[in-house]
């Protein structure tokens, strides 16, 4: 193969290989060296653009580590010349596309570090590429920190131009129990734009202070669990927008009631009964028509050990039905006044608990049948996220933090910007 087409090969621009040398050791290539040197004998001045440049001093050699070559290390041997412009004066050296000022390591090396490290870890990517682990980290943190940037003011920007826009806002755990912080995200764009530190009424009104482009959006709608104070944030920052309760946590109430009812029950059953409503308790939360022929006749026997169990479960589907099969809002409105009717008169002390919080939703939680979007994307981010810091350890870096959270979850547009930053 000549070559200039293996300087094609390993994305080399502007030079052409003079030698190729294979470092051995007891049989083996431990690394390649290839030599290379510019098409070009002189570069422009910088500082004046012109081309009067004499070269100066003796040439010297520096080692750029570059992809590898199989499994193979592969070292460029570049040339290090010294120009002096004959107009100005001005000394510099001829620079390389490929590498940066005074890098030992190309920018496609640099590349290759970010890509292994956004899906695994640091120290995994330093481990395959054999670069000490601050290097990789820095090389690692470097592009993250440009993609992201570049990443959040393309969402960001998508956002406000939205014609349609809607808003999902949850909540996820740093720590659980202690440190919480709050996703802003565009639904229909499928995108994050935006992370809150804390979920607080007063820490939501700090954080749109402190990001004006956020608080400038006209959502049409915002869906949200049935947390008061992200209601409230809602109605002060985005008052035109319907407010949406999040179709999955206003199923979660019903199902917590079915449960205590199951818990209830299980204390006077004997211990046989107890055992087999405990173990096959899961198919009490899962839609009926998920379920297998086996599942239903063991569903049965459970709902068989009390009429309020059965009272509950039957609730739980027909909230279902009504989400699914509900025409319109008028139609609803009717469907769930009914709903609330039929509940209220199996006079179940936990199914009363859960349609008291149904009535006092009852208008963001039938405005769902003029927006019909749930939150089932924003709890998948939310997840990757998790994945995040497992992986990373729980950066303390919040930057650094919030950089990897809008990668992970933007990717496709993430990818796209990394592609243009390494053109």
């Known amino acids: 193969m000549p070559l200039q087409d293996i300087a094609k090969i390993l994305g080399l621009q502007g030079v052409y290989i003079r030698d190729i040398h294979y470092i051995r050791s007891a049989e083996e290539i431990v690394e390649v060296q290839v030599k290379v040197a510019p098409l070009e004998r002189i570069q422009k001045c910088p500082c004046c653009n012109c081309n009067e440049v004499n070269r100066k001093g003796i040439e010297s050699n520096k080692k750029i580590s570059h992809l590898n070559i199989g499994l193979v290390p592969c070292v460029l041997i570049v040339p290090s010349i010294k120009l ?3 107009r100005c004066e001005a000394c510099y050296v001829f620079t390389y596309k490929f590498v940066e000022g005074k890098e030992r390591y190309t920018k496609t090396f640099k590349a290759n570090i970010y890509k292994i490290a956004i899906g695994s870890t640091i120290e995994h990517s330093a481990y395959l590429t054999g670069t000490p682990y601050s290097t990789a980290e820095r090389f690692f943190k470097e592009i993250a920190q440009k993609v992201a940037e570049s990443t959040l003011e393309q969402v960001q920007a998508k956002a406000l131009g939205s014609n349609k826009l809607i808003l999902g806002i949850d909540d996820f755990a740093i720590r659980k129990g202690h440190n919480y912080n709050t996703g802003i995200h565009d639904i229909r764009g499928e995108s994050l734009i935006g992370i809150a530190e804390g979920r607080t009424l007063l820490e939501l009104r700090d954080y749109m202070k402190g990001n004006p482009q956020i608080a400038s959006l006209k959502p049409f709608a915002v869906v949200v669990d049935l947390a008061r104070g992200y209601h409230t944030f809602a109605a002060e920052f ?35 009964d107890r055992t087999t409503l405990n173990r096959h308790r899961h198919l009490l939360n899962k839609r009926n028509e998920d379920l297998s022929a086996e599942q239903r006749e063991k569903l049965a026997i459970l709902l068989a050990y009390s009429k309020e169990l059965a009272y509950a479960y039957d609730l739980k589907e027909q909230l279902i039905d009504w989400y699914d099969c509900s025409i319109d ?34 208008t963001e939680i039938l405005n769902y049948h003029k927006c019909r979007f749930t939150n089932g994307v924003v709890e998948g981010r939310n997840g990757k996220i998790k994945a995040i810091q497992r992986r990373h350890f729980f950066l303390r870096n919040r930057l650094f933090y919030e950089a990897l959270c809008f990668i992970e979850c933007n990717q496709e547009l993430a990818r796209e910007q990394f592609r243009l930053l390494f053109a």
Do not use: M
Not at 244 to 267: C, M, P, S, T
Not at 332 to 355: C, K
């Open 238 to 272: 985005f008052p035109e927008a319907i407010r949406v309760a999040d179709r999955f946590h206003v199923n979660g109430y019903i199902i917590d009631a079915l449960n205590e009812i199951r818990r209830r029950v299980g204390k006077s059953l004997n211990s046989v």
């Open 329 to 362: 809002y008028k139609s609803a409105f009717s469907g769930f006044r009914r709903w609330l009717d039929r509940g209220h008169s199996f006079g179940v002390p936990e199914i009363e608990i859960a349609l008291s919080t149904f009535e006092n939703w009852q």
């Open 84 to 86: 002096k412009c004959k």
